[in-house]
């Protein structure tokens, strides 16, 4: 939290930072990554899981401010990225752009879908699915993507 | 690999440039210009096939013109801003 404070006094603060990275950093949960050297790695511990209480503080110390710093949702988990979009509406009323630093949608739209084969899309749970404007109140996942940039390194399955 | 691999992985890349179109369209939100094209540099990715430096870029660029050209003639999004 002082760090974060710190962060906060900069002159010249972050546009965003990222959430979540291949392990768990007390935040948040993380998504299965590292495709190629998953047999060597153990990301067990807070896979898939959701936000810690110092994630929250960290969190609503990050977005509650009238410069808020915004947070890139690469890397979190299904659960963590249901989380945060809710805390997003709920809280600041969606006017915090969801940041993608980089990563893939999967061309389906609820996780149940992920069972669904899409031609030319990578359906791991730590791409991104989009879904229409209605659903979106319904708190599933969706993308503000004019922050959105999409690398390709997730793609190919 | 084959020289033309680089068409197949533009394929790919356009798939994600069209369906995140479509659905910011559908909610009357600006389709094209949102997503952008990049690594994150952290020393594990898998770059496509014919894609593996920056200098496949001109390739990649003109052959998303020829798939952005030939979806724009048979489809029409719904807001004018997405339609060119």
Redesign the interface.
Known sequence: MENLSKIKSWEYRPLFVTFAHNFNNDLCGHASS????KGFVDQTFNLNGSFSLLGEKVMHGLLDSARPVFIDVKHMSYASRLYYYSVVKADYGNRIPVVV??G??T?TSIRSDQKKTTT??CNDDINFL????SQ?RNRKEF?L??W?????????C | MHPQAYRY?A???W???Q??AE??D?????GWN???????FDG?????PG?WSAEALPLLATELVTLSSAYLKKNKLRMSENQK
């Open positions: 590292l495709e190629k050297i630093s980089h893939a949608v061309g030319g899309f989009m879904k229409n404007w979106l993308l993507s004019r959105m940039r999409t690398g390709w390194h997730h793609h190919p | 992985s394929q790919i890349v798939n994600q440039l369906h995140i659905v910011l559908k909610n009357e939100l600006p949102t997503a952008g094209i990049g690594s994150d594990t990715i898998k770059p496509l894609l």
